[in-house]
């Protein structure tokens, strides 16, 4: 798979769970969903599991965004790779040290958080330096 589809795929991913984020039954409890600020004391989890809030969803939302706009151009999907790579490997950290695994109460990064990101980074990282296959001349 090409790293334009990498970005494609991912954009269109994170797009979408940005929107579920803000659609009640996705939301466990359906309650109102937790302002930034909020996070600490959110228990706004979608799907049941990854503890998210309305600044959580605008992040997902701009990084599908970002993929899309990524995918028109292999340099551009190289960059939006690496960079979520790097970006959400901070994340995993940050969602390990206490006192920064809700970014100083804005954005939630613990719980299934963690996993999920270390996994986000580990395959935006395969796509975003993974050697280009050499080309055969003839």
Do not use: C, Q
Request: no cysteine.
């Amino acid at each position: 798979m090409d790293v334009r589809y990498f970005a494609l795929a991912y954009g269109i991913v994170f797009l979408l769970v940005g929107i579920a984020g803000f659609v009640p039954p996705f939301v466990m409890p359906p309650e109102i969903l937790p302002a930034a600020g909020e996070a600490a004391a959110a228990d706004a989890r979608l799907f049941g599991l990854f503890p998210v809030n309305a600044l959580h969803n605008l992040v997902h939302i701009a990084f599908g965004l970002w993929g899309l706009i990524a995918w028109r151009g292999f340099g551009p999907a190289r960059i939006y790779a690496r960079s979520v790579a790097v970006i959400y490997a901070v994340f995993v950290v940050m969602g390990l040290i206490p006192v920064l695994n809700t970014v100083w109460g804005l954005v939630p990064l613990y719980g299934h958080n963690i996993w999920l990101h270390a996994v986000l980074a580990a395959v935006a990282a395969w796509f975003g330096w993974k050697p280009l296959r050499p080309v055969a001349h003839t």
